[in-house]
């Protein structure tokens, strides 16, 4: 494991926002695919959203485009997901993840960041 480590995550009502954060002293962030992945109580893992090493390239998944941004802070070592709007459908653990949209599956996660969305 790299420890990646999550953070950010609450309850806030729905149209809330919040930004979450990843990072690790391990992993180097700078060239590696990096996603994002979500997972609800009782259902299988979600994929989100994954930015390029680079930082050149974000792709999102259908359900949370136009509301979530993933970005990298390369001086800090940090990935990042702002979530606007938030929807109580978005109520999930939170992971980050070493691997793009073809690698997130077998790649090293965190240990989640819990996001709650209720009224």
């Known amino acids: 494991q790299l420890q990646l480590v999550e953070s950010g995550g609450g309850v806030v009502q729905p149209g809330g926002s919040l930004r979450l954060s990843c990072s690790s002293c391990?992993?180097?962030?700078?060239?590696?695919?990096m996603s994002w992945v979500r997972q609800a109580p009782g259902k299988g893992p979600e994929w989100v959203s994954s930015?390029?090493?680079?930082?050149?390239?974000?792709v999102y998944a259908e359900s949370v485009k136009g509301r979530f941004t993933i970005a990298r802070d390369y001086t800090k070592n940090t990935l990042s997901l702002q979530m606007n709007n938030l929807k109580p459908e978005d109520t999930a653990l939170y992971f980050c993840a070493t691997g793009g949209i073809l690698g997130w599956r077998s790649a090293s996660w965190g240990q989640g960041t819990q996001v709650t969305v209720s009224s």
């Open positions: 391990r992993f180097n962030f700078s060239t590696a695919d």
């Open positions: 930015i390029s090493g680079r930082g050149s390239r974000t």
